[in-house]
């Protein structure tokens, strides 16, 4: 029997994919990577290892060629809204290769997310209130916990950077999707750890008090990380800024005289954002200082029970909330966006007339999202029993299918793409 071969584009900060890769080779798979920077690079492992130093431009032609010479079934990557990706999923798409995007659990801790053709509000997961009602639902719960990340996400990101400053000549004509200076995202992550500190007693004070004063007079808004694309692709927003002063201008509107607003800063972005001055000038100028709170660090399950209510682009804070019997408002695109779980009506009147949430229909969809998306794992714990996991779940849910593989004549593959604007 020939070797099946796949494909890993870029993956988590960290030796994921090696180990990942690793696994599959063991398992009698050939296995490829292609590098696009220095970091990459310093995690690399596959049989086949191929760094991409050419122009962004010309990324979907080489990406067509690779795939075919190498008879390429499956591709998996990270996130499907980075430039690299964001190319390959129509490449793919046209020579029917399997476009296999990893992402953040949908319903964690304890999980990752692997689907086809994307994740997010790009899922092609069947979630109609049909597909839904068929779904005999069970108890959703990881067999192993993963235990904290933060420690290894800092080594890894810290040798992934440093590792890519090193090697920038090289691929000097690499675009990423955020920020590339190691100095600069060292001196973040240091602010970040700084501000954790520094917020601490304020924060406990104010989960204090939303457990107790403020029980059932309270609205939270889930912020997002600045630059994470699910703001950026999934949104009509052009910043988390613009989010906030629309949900701030509607609360001081609607929202009932006796509740207040608490908006919570995503704990990932603390380093690089803060945004106390926008929302006490505005919450000052609209006359509701004495209502609106910001704040950093809360334990998210203690104070769902005394919530009226939570506002998000498309956080998966979300899923969290629905499982609590939390009303929820969707301002972006969102997976869990659906009637019977969210509230479909305006945000204006999300304040006073949230839809309350259909819990027999959540757990259908929390059901059907753990069986067909969810993996028992972690990007930067416990690689070993991640890595197990991941294979068992590609073997069971991808390969009962053999993908189509049409050879192309030899031509270029820009006509497939949406003008992609390099970052």
Same mark, same amino acid.
Request: charge should be neutral.
């Given at each position: 029997?020939?070797?099946?071969?796949?494909?890993?584009?870029?993956?988590?900060?960290?030796?994921?994919?090696?180990?990942?890769?690793?696994?599959?080779?063991?398992?009698?798979?050939?296995? =490829?990577?292609?590098?696009?920077?220095?970091?990459?690079?310093?995690?690399?492992?596959?049989?086949?290892?191929?760094?991409? !130093?050419?122009?962004?431009? =010309?990324?979907?032609?080489?990406?067509?060629?690779?795939?075919?010479?190498?008879?390429?079934?499956?591709? @998996?990557?990270?996130?499907? *809204?980075?430039?690299?990706?964001?190319?390959?999923?129509?490449? *793919?798409?046209?020579?029917?290769?399997?476009?296999? %995007?990893?992402?953040?659990? $949908?319903?964690?801790?304890?999980?990752?997310?692997?689907?086809?053709?994307?994740?997010?509000?790009?899922?092609?997961?069947?979630?109609?209130?049909?597909?839904?009602?068929?779904?005999?639902? =069970?108890?959703? /719960?990881?067999?192993?916990?993963?235990?904290?990340?933060?420690?290894?996400?800092?080594?890894?990101?810290?040798?992934? $950077?440093?590792?890519?400053?090193?090697?920038?000549?090289?691929?000097?004509? $690499?675009?990423?999707?955020?920020?590339?200076?190691?100095?600069?995202?060292?001196?973040?992550?240091?602010?970040?750890?700084?501000?954790?500190?520094?917020?601490?007693?304020?924060?406990?004070?104010?989960?204090?008090?939303?457990?107790?004063?403020?029980?059932?007079?309270? @609205?939270? %808004?889930?912020?997002?990380?600045?630059?994470? /694309?699910?703001?950026?692709?999934?949104?009509?927003?052009?910043?988390?800024?613009?989010?906030?002063?629309? %949900?701030? =201008?509607?609360?001081?509107?609607?929202?009932?005289?006796?509740?207040?607003?608490?908006?919570?800063?995503?704990?990932?972005?603390?380093?690089?954002?803060? +945004?106390?001055?926008?929302?006490?000038?505005?919450?000052?100028?609209?006359?509701?200082?004495?209502?609106?709170? +910001?704040?950093?660090?809360?334990?998210?399950?203690?104070?769902?029970?005394?919530?009226?209510?939570?506002?998000?682009?498309?956080?998966?804070?979300?899923?969290?909330?629905?499982?609590?019997?939390?009303?929820?408002?969707?301002?972006?695109?969102?997976?869990?966006?659906?009637?019977?779980?969210?509230?479909? *009506?305006?945000?204006?009147?999300?304040?006073?007339?949230?839809?309350? %949430?259909?819990?027999?229909?959540?757990?259908?969809?929390?059901?059907?999202?753990?069986?067909? !998306?969810?993996?028992?794992?972690?990007? @930067?714990?416990?690689?070993?029993?991640?890595?197990?996991?991941?294979?068992? @779940?590609?073997?069971?849910?991808?390969?009962?299918?053999?993908?189509?593989?049409?050879?192309?004549?030899?031509?270029?593959?820009?006509?497939?793409?949406?003008?992609?604007?390099?970052?």
């Amino acid at each position: 029997m020939n070797s099946r071969h796949i494909l890993f584009l870029q993956g988590p900060l960290g030796p994921f994919f090696r180990e990942l890769a690793a696994l599959f080779s063991h398992s009698g798979y050939t296995t =490829h990577r292609v590098v696009f920077n220095g970091g990459d690079q310093f995690y690399a492992g596959a049989d086949h290892v191929v760094a991409y !130093t050419n122009s962004p431009d =010309h990324w979907a032609d080489f990406l067509l060629d690779y795939l075919q010479r190498h008879s390429i079934e499956s591709v @998996f990557l990270l996130g499907d *809204c980075r430039f690299y990706h964001r190319t390959a999923k129509p490449v *793919c798409e046209r020579l029917g290769v399997r476009f296999l %995007v990893f992402e953040e659990g $949908y319903l964690r801790p304890d999980t990752i997310t692997l689907e086809e053709h994307g994740v997010n509000a790009f899922s092609q997961l069947a979630l109609s209130l049909e597909d839904l009602a068929g779904v005999n639902t =069970h108890a959703c /719960s990881s067999k192993a916990a993963m235990g904290g990340t933060m420690a290894a996400r800092t080594r890894f990101a810290a040798a992934y $950077y440093w590792a890519a400053w090193f090697a920038r000549r090289r691929f000097a004509r $690499y675009c990423h999707h955020r920020a590339f200076q190691p100095v600069v995202e060292g001196a973040k992550w240091l602010r970040g750890f700084a501000r954790k500190g520094l917020y601490r007693f304020q924060d406990q004070k104010v989960e204090q008090s939303m457990r107790a004063e403020l029980s059932q007079r309270f @609205f939270m %808004v889930a912020l997002q990380v600045h630059d994470d /694309s699910q703001m950026l692709y999934h949104s009509s927003y052009g910043s988390v800024t613009a989010f906030i002063e629309e %949900v701030i =201008h509607s609360f001081a509107s609607y929202g009932p005289e006796q509740t207040v607003l608490v908006l919570k800063h995503h704990p990932m972005d603390r380093g690089y954002t803060h +945004y106390g001055r926008v929302i006490r000038e505005l919450a000052e100028r609209l006359g509701i200082s004495h209502r609106v709170i +910001y704040c950093h660090d809360l334990r998210l399950p203690s104070i769902y029970s005394h919530c009226l209510g939570v506002v998000t682009v498309n956080s998966t804070v979300g899923p969290s909330a629905l499982l609590h019997k939390i009303p929820v408002k969707v301002m972006g695109r969102a997976i869990y966006d659906i009637p019977g779980l969210t509230s479909q *009506c305006t945000l204006n009147d999300f304040w006073q007339y949230a839809e309350p %949430v259909d819990i027999d229909r959540f757990h259908q969809f929390q059901t059907l999202l753990f069986d067909k !998306t969810q993996i028992n794992g972690s990007f @930067f714990t416990r690689l070993d029993i991640t890595c197990a996991n991941v294979l068992t @779940f590609y073997e069971q849910h991808f390969l009962r299918r053999a993908p189509v593989v049409l050879l192309l004549d030899e031509q270029p593959v820009d006509h497939l793409l949406d003008e992609p604007q390099v970052a």
